[in-house]
Every structure is written in C-alpha cells, then in structure tokens.
C-alpha cells in the first residue's frame, strides 16, 4: 500500500482510506462480525486511516470500530466527525459545535472507541449558530490536552476553511468528489491545494449509484436522495452503463474504474472506500492497480460529463443548508 501525507501539516496515510458509515445500517441490514472482519482485512491490507461518525447508527460505528482495532490501534489512524444530532427514532436534530459540545462529544467517541486519543476530529457541517473560529479553537484546546492530534473539516466552502485554518492547522477536508459530483473542482480544490490542506473524498460511487445498486427498502438512506428517484434513477442508469462499456476495455469493473478516476486526481486527494464486505472491498482494492492515461481519463470524463447525472447529491434540505455548496450557488 503507497502512502501519502494528508494536507501539510498532517500525517502519513495509506493511499486509499476505509469509510465506515456503511456498517451502521443506512444503506440496509448489516452484519456486524463481517463488518469487523472487513475493517482487519482493511487494516492488513495497508488501510491506516478509518473514518466514521459518532452519528453513524447513534453510536453503533464507533462501538463496531472499537472491537476491530483492539490490539491494532498502533496501526491505524481514526478520524472522526461529530455535531449531528439524532432523535430516538433515528431522525436528525440538526448541528451543535459549541465548545463545550465538542468537548462532550469527544469524551463519549474516546469511550466508545475505548481510546483515549482520536488522530483527527472534525465537525461534521458547520453550525451556522456558532462561528468556525470558536469550534476549532475548542478542538484545538483538545489537542494541547493531548485528546486529540490534528484537525479536520467536513463539507465546507473555500472561505469557512480558511477562516478555520487561521485559527489552526487544518489537515483535511472530508468532501464528496467523483465522477458525478465535481462541484469541488471549481473553487473548493483550488482553495485547498493553495493552503496546503488535503481532500478525504466520500460519496466515490454515488452511494452505489455508478454500481449499479438501488435502495432495497424505505429503510435505505438512499430511497430519499434525488438521483435514486424516478426518471432519474433511469436517466442514471445510462452513464451507468457508459461507465461499464470503458471499465470492460480495461479488464476492471465498473466500481474500479470510478474509485482509479478519483485516485488519479492527485496524491492530496484521498479516496474513502465504503465496502460493507470483504468482497467488495477486495473489488474496490483492485483501482490501485489500474492505470488510467491523460487520453483516457478525458474519454471518461466525456462519457460521464457532470452535468448529465440527473438530481443532486442530497435532497434539497440538506443541499440548502450544505456550507460546501455556498460557492456553487454564488456562480451559478
């Protein structure tokens, strides 16, 4: 497994990162000792750096984390978002990032991890009730305590990262990036790659979409997003297809070919692979293996342009709300 370092200011990761929200149920059942079983094969693999949520399953994927890595936590790095809220039911509450929240949501993801440091820690959106500065001055206190070692953001705008970065060092943004979200390229990456701050990016296939998967049941995260309803599920299905035509040229799967475009984006870009399984991680393990040239990235690019995917990432609530999108709407 090559490695890379994460942002200037962060540490040494593996080349390929392992998401582990999909382990909590939103994508449909789950099996918690082959969840356990993939993250160690990930771990062997070379995949330092895991990523989760304290949100994830209310809990659920910390708890699963924490027994993979007993006895490995020398070998990986943990990163984790806090500030979603949940309700008894499952639904969500909107954000908190106040200091002293911070500091509470730490001291629970420490003990469900059964840790007591975590690598990075990042608010998981920005809470337009509390200004960035103070969220990330909060975790910076954190890192002088010596509970946490470096700071990470998720899904914000160019100018919020930079108003974060003044305040410390900030070693990545967590963002979704692929072939069918690109938004980042305009304003976002440019931003980063000027500051020195790497991209873990999420969302590599859509939430399945570019593999062909489809919500199984209303329980499916999935059943509420825009590019899984309707005329737009078919219309998706298309490039799809495109993508599969070019993935049999070059003896990969479709999936491969779509975690290989992201990795070819730079060595600052670290792709998040979310397998449920062993088997599909071990698929998408094979994109490190391939090698995509100038031409054939562009024919990719061609047959899957941004602009043909129809509906957008999330649904128009949370779109709205989405600090990352700010700049995509101010040039629109």
């Not at 779509?258 to 070819?264: E, K």
């Amino acid at each position: 497994m090559d490695k890379c370092a994460l942002g200037v200011a962060g540490p040494e990761v593996s080349r390929v990162a392992l998401g582990c929200m999909a382990m909590s149920g939103v994508y449909g059942p789950v099996d918690d000792a082959e969840s356990i079983c993939t993250i160690q094969e990930a771990i062997d693999q070379g995949i330092n750096l895991l990523d989760t949520g304290d949100f994830y399953g209310m809990g659920h994927n910390e708890i699963l984390l924490g027994r993979a890595i007993q006895g490995r936590r020398d070998k990986v790095l943990l990163s984790v978002k806090f500030g979603a809220m949940r309700t008894p039911s499952g639904g969500w509450a909107g954000y908190d990032a106040r200091p002293a929240a911070v500091k509470n949501f730490l001291a629970y993801s420490l003990r469900r991890l059964g840790v007591d440091y975590l690598d990075i820690y990042r608010p998981a959106r920005l809470d337009p009730k509390v200004p960035i500065e103070e969220t990330v001055g909060a975790i910076a206190e954190l890192i002088k305590e010596g509970h946490v070692r470096h700071i990470g953001l998720s899904e914000m705008s160019a100018e919020t990262v930079r108003r974060a970065n003044a305040v410390h060092p900030i070693v990545d943004l967590q963002i979704e990036y692929s072939l069918v979200s690109r938004g980042v390229e305009r304003d976002i990456l440019p931003s980063l790659r000027e500051m020195g701050i790497g991209i873990t990016a999420y969302g590599l296939l859509s939430r399945g979409l570019l593999s062909g998967s489809k919500p199984g049941s209303p329980r499916d995260i999935r059943a509420h997003f825009p590019r899984f309803a309707g005329e737009n599920l078919q219309t998706n299905a298309k490039l799809v297809a495109a993508l599969n035509r070019i993935a049999k040229v070059h003896n990969v799967t479709g999936p491969q070919l779509a975690v290989a475009w992201v990795l070819q984006r730079g060595t600052d870009i670290v792709p998040l692979l979310g397998p449920r399984t062993r088997e599909q991680l071990r698929e998408l393990l094979g994109a490190l293996r391939v090698t995509l040239s100038a031409e054939e990235l562009s024919r990719i690019e061609q047959a899957l342009p941004e602009d043909s995917v129809a509906g957008t990432r999330y649904d128009a609530r949370q779109m709205a709300v989405l600090d990352s999108e700010r700049a995509a709407k101010a040039t629109s």
